[in-house]
């Protein structure tokens, strides 16, 4: 027998766009079904480079790119202050250089117009010898180097944010929940069948079914019996597991793009690579020449580069606007909300392109065309309404600290996640156990998550709280999580150590591009260790 | 259009900027650049500390020193290295955590399978958890 559910929308897609829909759909009163095949942001948002930036390469494109998305982070960093901090950039400018000291001065001028939008401070203009002060590790031969600010971001939590406001407002979410069929009815789509992570199928009849599934909409539109037309283009990141510099660093690639090596809470970015992709978009492998064109890029500016073991790999596919141009690295950042109702399924609108700085805008721009089908006046409200957590200011780190029992550094950690939330996260599990101890992240946090906060394996923990995310990859905490992880969900024995078998085989495919630098003599103890801790466990 | 737009407008202000920097005599800016960062944690990294950095971001967090040497204030040495070392920015907030006495860290640090100078990341915590 399937479940039938009836609600205004249907939203496809657990990115941060759809749950930026969701949100704001559910805020104007609407009721909303929100699916995503996967965790909540694992797809292109998690394996963006985490930042929300106003695009100052757009500038030589397209300002009204720039001014927008300077203008919606403004509007996010106001609603997500726990989640945001600053990221500052150094750019030095080496000779040879596609842009001189002066072109590049000129582009932070202008871009400094926009700043103010999203918070941010002008640049400055060091000297060879300030640059180097600043940071010791530029290759010496640098111009000058200007500086940039923008913010960084947890995407994960902040695509749950989102979700946690939709709930919050009457929405439904599910993660793991693949759409199976589009239910179509004389040239109108009237709802989605789905299906759930054990297996049943369901309906969700809707007046308005929304794609908002990035990379994946062209595959949505055609059960839509329409098309939806992307350039996709795959961009990697190496993850080191540890800042290296206190400043971000931004460097030309050997083929004149730009690549940053950005410094975030307690590690280091360095991508990206933007390249036409035509695989299979759930299975995104990393290659070990991407890995070399990165390196080499950064090296350039940084040589010490090499001297570092990034600990795994990041890759996505951006659903770029399709444009018929040379390079995949001019193509503009903009969106388009298309109502596909000329094309003869009226009820069903995809939204695609677009980037994650310009997330809310676009959900807004998605609910807008919403709710004009519905005939429904409510004005958006993303943009001043603080998402969870922000309501009010957290208490100061080490009062928190010292009244939980945990150490300051873990009640830090707590609050950029949860934010004003973290005393409640904390007395949900009533332990101050830290349980990764990398990162760190308490026991009672992941107990939380898992009750709370939609986790159901070991990698949504991981995109969740960050468990795993250290230098250890998980050598030291994962089958504990994995105890813990289970014993909320009712795993059995096996089925916890099977679980975290499979994280340790997931973390290593992302891992095994970059092993051969700096990376296999470490890999040997890492691995020694995994593997002593399921040994003493005993044989499964 | 918006390209060719774009482009005039960059065009322009890069005339305006080259006037400018002839009229100016430019101003050493690191000072207030750090000074503007300086409540984010973002400080320039010492020269000398640059050079050893590679090494002092080694953990794997085995735990091996922990059995060898002990706590540095209320911190563990592993965390020290494998968690407080590698957020460099924000450890004013932490600072409590890494008050008090210390171990024997040369004791500690030659049972590290990965030859961490423990004595050293322990310097560096503790100077940047007290800015």
């Known amino acids: 027998m399937i479940l039938s559910s009836s609600q205004d929308v249907v939203v496809i897609g657990g990115g941060v766009t759809g749950a930026g829909i969701a949100r704001d759909l559910s805020m104007r009163g609407l009721s909303v079904l929100l699916l995503e095949k996967g965790d909540w942001g694992a797809g292109t948002t998690g394996a963006s480079s985490w930042m929300i930036h106003g695009g100052p390469r757009y500038l030589e494109f397209d300002w009204d790119t720039t001014r927008l998305s300077c203008q919606d982070a403004g509007h996010i960093v106001t609603i997500a202050r726990n989640l945001v901090y600053r990221v500052v950039f150094l750019i030095p400018v080496l000779p040879h250089d596609r842009n001189n000291i002066e072109r590049m001065e000129t582009a932070m001028e202008v871009y400094d117009r926009f700043q103010p939008l999203k918070k941010a401070h002008p640049h400055r203009r060091l000297t060879p010898a300030e640059a180097l002060q600043a940071e010791p590790g530029l290759a010496p031969d640098l111009i000058g180097a200007v500086t940039m600010e923008e913010w960084g971001v947890d995407p994960h939590r902040l695509v749950f944010a989102n979700v946690q406001d939709a709930l919050a407002h009457g929405a439904r979410a599910f993660n793991h929940t693949r759409v199976t069929e589009l239910i179509n009815d004389g040239g109108r789509v009237i709802g989605v069948r789905y299906q759930s992570p054990d297996g049943s199928i369901s309906e969700a009849r809707a007046r308005v079914v929304v794609n908002a599934t990035g990379p994946w909409s062209p595959e949505v539109a055609v059960m839509a019996g329409v098309q939806v037309h992307l350039r996709p283009a795959k961009g990697i990141h190496l993850v080191y597991p540890h800042r290296i510099s206190n400043f971000s660093i931004s460097a030309e690639s050997i083929d004149g793009r730009d690549l940053l090596m950005v410094a975030h809470g307690g590690f280091t970015l360095l991508g990206t690579t933007d390249d036409d992709f035509y695989g299979d978009l759930d299975s995104v492998d990393v290659m070990e020449d991407e890995v070399n064109y990165l390196i080499q890029g950064i090296e350039r500016v940084f040589p010490a580069i090499r001297d570092y073991r990034p600990v795994r790999t990041t890759a996505g596919v951006r659903p770029t606007l399709f444009k018929w141009r040379r390079y995949e690295d001019e193509l503009s950042r903009r969106y388009e909300v298309i109502d596909h109702a000329a094309e003869g399924a009226d009820g069903f609108v995809s939204i695609v392109g677009g980037k994650l700085s310009m997330y809310r805008l676009m959900a807004e721009e998605t609910s807008d065309a919403v709710c004009r089908k519905l005939g429904l006046q409510a004005a958006s409200t993303t943009a001043s309404r603080p998402l969870p957590g922000n309501e009010s200011d957290p208490t100061p780190a080490a009062e928190l600290a010292s009244r939980c029992g945990i150490p300051a550094l873990a009640a830090m950690k707590l609050q950029t996640r949860h934010g004003s939330n973290a005393e409640k996260v904390l007395d949900e599990g009533r332990t101050s156990r830290l349980l990764c101890r990398c990162e760190p992240v308490t026991e009672a946090e992941l107990i939380y998550s898992t009750r709370h906060e939609q986790v159901r394996s070991l990698a949504d923990a991981f995109r969740r709280v960050g468990i795993a995310a250290g230098p250890c990859a998980g050598a030291a905490c994962i089958l504990r999580a994995a105890e813990v992880v289970g014993r909320e969900l009712g795993w059995s024995a096996s089925q916890s150590f099977e679980a975290a078998r499979e994280f340790v085989r997931g973390a290593w495919l992302g891992r095994a591009p970059v092993l051969g630098h700096v990376g296999w003599a470490q890999e040997e103890l890492a691995q020694g260790s995994m593997r002593g801790l399921m040994v003493s466990r005993g044989p499964r | ?131």
Do not use: W
């Open chain 2, 1 to 131: 259009m918006a390209r060719a737009d774009s482009l005039a407008k960059l065009a322009f202000a890069y005339g305006v900027h080259l006037t400018r920097r002839r009229l100016r005599r430019p101003r050493p800016q690191l000072s207030s650049l750090l000074r503007t960062y300086a409540a984010d944690g973002i400080q320039a990294i010492e020269p000398a500390e640059r050079d050893r950095h590679p090494r002092l971001v080694t953990c794997i967090n085995c735990g091996l020193c922990a059995l060898a040497g002990g706590r540095v204030g209320k911190t563990r040495l592993p965390d020290l290295a494998s968690s407080y070392m590698r957020l460099y920015a924000r450890l004013g907030e932490a600072s409590s955590d890494v008050e008090g006495g210390s171990p024997d860290l040369l004791a500690a640090a030659a049972v590290c399978p990965v030859g961490l100078p423990l004595d050293e990341v322990a310097a560096v915590v503790r100077r940047l958890s007290t800015r």
